[in-house]
C-alpha cells in the first residue's frame, strides 16, 4: 500500500503576456496566483517551449532609479494571492524562439517545491 502524497496546486487567473515588437529580445508576463491550500507553495522555476528563458523579477527602486532584480523563487503563503503586474514582480520572458502576435496562446510550466508541476497557457495581448 502507497502513502498518500497531496500535490501544492495554485489557481492562476488573467495569465497573459505584454506583446513587443519582433526587435526587441523579451517579453513581460503578468498573473494572478492563488494558494487555496493550507501549506506554503514555493514557484522554483518556469520555463516555456517559446522561450530561451524565463525568470521572476521585481522592481525596485534603489537611491531614486528603478530596476529589476532576479527573484530565485516565490513563496505563496495558504490562502493568499500574489499578483504579477507592470511594476511589481512579473516574469521576464526571454528570447523568444519565433515571433509572438497579439492573440497567440503560450504554454508555460511552473515547477512547484513538491516536484510538482503546473502547466499554464498565457495569452499575448497588446
Known amino acids: ?41 514555493s514557484i522554483l522555476s518556469i520555463s516555456s517551449d517559446k522561450f530561451a528563458s524565463v525568470q521572476v523579477h521585481q522592481t525596485i527602486e534603489q537611491d531614486g532609479i528603478m530596476r529589476m532584480e532576479q527573484v530565485p523563487a516565490l513563496l505563496i503563503g495558504p490562502g493568499t494571492r500574489l499578483d504579477l503586474e507592470p511594476g511589481g514582480i512579473h516574469l521576464m520572458m526571454m528570447q523568444p524562439l519565433q515571433p509572438t502576435l497579439p492573440g497567440d496562446r503560450i504554454e508555460i510550466r511552473i515547477k512547484l517545491d513538491d516536484g510538482s508541476e503546473q502547466n499554464l497557457i498565457m495569452t499575448v495581448k497588446k
Open 1 to 41: 500500500m502507497l502513502p498518500a502524497i497531496a500535490l501544492a496546486e495554485l489557481e492562476i487567473n488573467n495569465a497573459w503576456i505584454k506583446n513587443l515588437p519582433a526587435t526587441v529580445p523579451l517579453r513581460a508576463g503578468y498573473m494572478s496566483i492563488y494558494n487555496p491550500g493550507s501549506q506554503n507553495i
